[in-house]
């Protein structure tokens, strides 16, 4: 599939498409169903969630349950793209991890933009430096937003006073 002068496979299309319905499915979930406003609640503070009569550890079954279908699903759409080997998702988990880092841990829209520019830098990086230098790139982004902003670009900075 040609889009803007550049060529997209079928199964890219069809991946990108899944990863934006299920994203918009989550983020409807933990904004407005019980359970996962009760997810937000139990990553804050699981005490006072416990307090307030959320059940923390069917909360966190949950999470896990979700978290294991998510990746079991991703790695079924990705299969038949890539070559499947045990290590193959290690970079894209990662970088993954950088994405939520950089774009701040409680914020899915600060993720989102931060997976974006993050891609950006390193094919920018890898078309004028190197394609060896694309990992260095997103790690060195990481480094600096950790040393100057360490809750990410859209982050809370939690304080707690004594």
Same mark, same amino acid.
């Given at each position: ?32 169903t ?10 804050d ?5 416990e /307090?307030?009569? =959320? #059940?923390v550890r069917?909360?966190?079954? +949950?999470?896990? !349950?979700? @978290?294991?279908? *998510? $990746? ?9 793209i ?11 988990l990662?970088k ?8 701040? /841990?409680?914020? =899915? #829209?600060?993720a989102?933009?931060?997976? +974006?520019?993050? !891609?950006? @830098?390193?094919? *920018? $990086? ?8 694309k ?19 859209f ?8």
């Open positions: 599939i040609e889009i803007i002068g550049g060529i997209i496979s079928q199964g890219h299309v069809i991946n990108m498409a899944w990863a934006a319905g299920i994203g918009l499915v989550l983020f409807v979930f933990f904004k407005y019980k359970q996962g406003i009760a997810m937000r609640a139990v990553t503070d699981p005490e006072t969630a /307090l307030m009569g =959320i #059940p069917f909360i966190v079954l +949950l999470t896990w !349950g979700m @978290a294991g279908f *998510l $990746a079991a699903f991703a790695g079924v759409l990705i299969a038949p890539i070559y499947v080997a045990p290590e193959m998702m290690d970079e894209v990662v993954g991890y950088v994405a939520a880092v950089f774009g701040g /841990l409680y914020s =899915i #829209p600060g989102i933009l931060g997976a +974006l520019m993050i !891609g950006v @830098a390193e094919n *920018l $990086a890898g078309g004028y430096l190197g394609s060896h230098y990992t260095a790139t997103a790690f060195a982004m990481i480094v600096l937003l950790l040393a100057f902003r360490p809750q990410g670009l982050g809370i900075q939690k304080r707690r006073e004594v």
